[in-house]
Nanobody
Framework: QVQLVESGGGLVQAGGSLRLSCAVS????????MAWFRQAPGKEREFVAS????????YYVNSMKGRFTISRDMAKNMVYLQMNSLKPEDTAVYYC????????????WGQGTQVTVSS
């Protein structure tokens, strides 16, 4: 089992920045990919970014590339999402997720952290 705990959400004005953090614990040695997803009210959950735990290779959805940066600190077992130039449409609950190499879908999820961007 892997436990994920997000933090860092809050209320920010449009154009502002936030950094989300995800603390990873448990069977961290089995982690292959870490990712951030988000879900806005009335919408389906969507992929934001992912990072390969071993070598830090990153992937982004095109619409967020350049504004969002995913990173990890292997020594601290932490994953981050730096969000800049935030827009009201970025308002959502942001979730941290992880998966092992044996599966395709993300197996472990955090409880989510609310990000609200005011106009």
């Amino acid at each position: 089992q892997v436990q994920l705990v997000e933090s860092g959400g809050g209320l920010v004005q449009a154009g502002g920045s936030l950094r989300l953090s995800c603390a990873v614990s448990g069977r961290t040695f089995s982690t292959y990919f870490m990712a951030w997803f988000r879900q806005a009210p009335g919408k389906e959950r969507e992929f934001v970014a992912s990072i390969k735990w071993s070598d830090g290779t990153t992937y982004y959805v095109n619409s967020m590339k350049g504004r969002f940066t995913i990173s990890r600190d292997m020594a601290k077992n932490m994953v981050y999402l730096q969000m800049n130039s935030l827009k009201p449409e970025d308002t959502a609950v942001y979730y941290c997720a992880s998966r092992s190499a044996e599966v395709v879908r993300y197996q472990y999820w955090g409880q989510g952290t609310q990000v609200t961007v005011s106009s």
